[in-house]
């Protein structure tokens, strides 16, 4: 995990997405799938600027 | 059809370096889990049971199996929530003297901090569990000691490596010339008659389609069976993958530092009929070619 931005670094999950996964549905899932990609973005952001 | 997990019981899907969590609360206000994931990811495992917990004391850590991506986190958890390990009973002496090449940490090039198990469980045996019964019962076949959990009200099984969605963990005792086809097989049999509705396996997700699973589970049992070295070869690529999911990038020259001397990478080398740096070469060009690994010049990198 992050210190920084609580996040792990390898799928960019909080905790509580981590803890909860195993029991989200599939949209669930999808829905946190989209805030991981923007995240990704976020941070392609910052390494750029 | 699927069905929900019981109030008193929690699910920490992981990966493939580190294994399943399975919480329990009990009805005394403590909790219990079921195997805790790789040394590397302790810190982790330890910040998501502390979430989860809420402030109740974990008091048991069970294992299903000694292998290092399931008692990985044992002595992280054990020091910080003071909880008592149990672990299977033919497991139990070797992990008491800690005897590094018989608990396989050694033999698969693999770490694990060590942890001294308070306790043992064995099939046959009934344990409560988040206030519901459990029988254990015997998944010998990936591990000779491996056990896993049954409870019979509903109808939840607890597989380990013994089953997963597709397919399930490698057949290890079959690398060095012993059985372990024949203990697998029973094992699916076992499950079968068991009749689970809900399977919580050691890797990937909980699944309900017990027979798609387990007609896939003994079609590829069939094709190992068939001709031995495709287990080799299978053991090989899964003892690659997983010392790159722990270093995440290394030379081939590392590589063969860790695993060149590990007896079960030698094993299955030489059933493979293949040298230890043969074995190496042809599993990272395989591991490459299928997309799980890629090359950076000199590097290997675990994507």
């Not at chain 2, 059809?1 to 399943?20: G, V």
């Not at chain 2, 809900?198 to 387990?214: E, K, R, T």
């Not at chain 2, 059933?271 to 997309?291: D, R």
């Amino acid at each position: 995990m992050s210190t920084a931005t609580g996040l792990c670094v390898g799928c960019l999950r909080t905790l509580d997405e981590i803890a909860a996964w195993g029991q989200m549905s599939p949209a669930e899932r999808t829905a946190v799938m989209g805030q991981i990609k923007l995240r990704k973005l976020a941070k392609s952001h910052e390494k750029a600027s | 059809m699927t069905q929900a997990l019981p109030s008193s019981m929690r699910f920490i899907e992981r990966d493939w370096l580190s294994a399943n969590q399975i919480l329990f609360f009990e009805d005394d206000g403590s909790a219990s889990v079921v195997d805790t994931g790789y040394v590397k990811h302790a810190a982790l495992t330890c910040a998501l049971l502390e979430r989860l917990l809420g402030g109740r004391p974990l008091t048991r850590i069970l294992n299903t199996h000694l292998h290092s991506d399931h008692c990985g986190g044992n002595a992280a958890l054990a020091q910080q929530f003071g909880a008592a390990i149990l672990v299977p009973s033919g497991s139990f002496q070797l992990a008491r003297d800690w005897q590094l090449e018989a608990l396989s940490f050694a033999a698969t090039g693999q770490r694990c901090e060590r942890f001294i198990p308070d306790g043992s469980i064995h099939p046959g045996q009934q344990f409560n569990l988040g206030s519901l019964a459990w029988e254990v019962h015997a998944a010998a076949g990936h591990d000779p000691q491996s056990i896993m959990l049954f409870a019979p009200a509903h109808r939840i099984l607890i597989s380990a490596d013994a089953l997963w969605e597709d397919g399930f963990g490698v057949t290890f005792p079959e690398l060095s010339g012993e059985s372990g086809f024949q203990e697998q097989q029973e094992v699916l049999d076992r499950i079968e008659s068991l009749q689970p509705t809900m399977v919580i396996p050691g890797h990937g997700p909980i699944f309900f389609a017990l027979d798609s699973a387990l007609a896939r589970a003994r079609a590829r049992l069939a094709w190992l069976k068939e001709d031995p070295v495709r287990n080799a070869r299978y053991a090989l690529k899964v003892l690659v993958k997983f010392i790159m999911l722990d270093l995440e990038q290394a030379t081939e020259a590392l590589l063969i530092e860790q695993l060149g001397s590990a007896q079960v990478f030698r094993d299955a080398s030489a059933q493979a009929g293949l040298s230890a740096e043969q074995a190496l070469h042809w599993s990272l060009e395989s591991l490459v070619k299928a997309g799980a690994l890629r090359r950076q010049g000199e590097l290997l990198i675990s994507p």
